[in-house]
């Protein structure tokens, strides 16, 4: 299997590229993978934005429907949709000046990644930033 992240990039987007994290897929059910993974990117020091159609408050954190509707920068954009909707929301990444894209665990897109690292983003696919942080040490 390809390695979509090595160790250096995987540092480099969670303690070097900024705190805002864009959370897309994000919504008020705390059941779902992106609550628990927002809930602790607020807990390593992270602003977590919700990203969602529905534009909810999650977490303290006003929401918005859609990337290009958040009226600040963001430094990475963390992605929990499934693999076909994915590549949009990285082209989107790009185009509000994200520094870096993160696609969660089983969500991979080899031509989003392709896009999005020629843009100049640092890109991971197919991992969860809630493992990967502590891996860190």
Not at 30 to 48: D, M, N, P
């Amino acid at each position: 299997m390809t390695n979509y992240g090595d160790e250096a990039t995987v540092r480099s987007i969670l303690t070097g590229k900024g705190d805002t994290w864009a959370v897309v897929g994000l919504s008020t059910n705390t059941a779902r993978a992106a609550y628990g993974v927002a809930r602790f990117l607020q807990e390593h020091g992270k602003r977590i934005v919700p990203v969602h159609p529905k534009a909810e408050t999650v977490l303290g954190e006003q929401g918005y429907a859609s990337l290009s509707d958040v009226p600040f920068e963001v430094d990475v954009v963390d992605v929990f949709v499934n693999s076909a909707l994915a590549g949009e929301v990285a082209d989107q990444a790009v185009a509000v000046g994200a520094k870096a894209v993160w696609f969660q665990l089983g969500v991979v897109d080899e031509d989003a990644y392709a896009r999005t690292t020629a843009a100049g983003l640092e890109m991971v696919m197919d991992k969860c930033p809630a493992i990967e942080f502590p891996r860190l040490g």
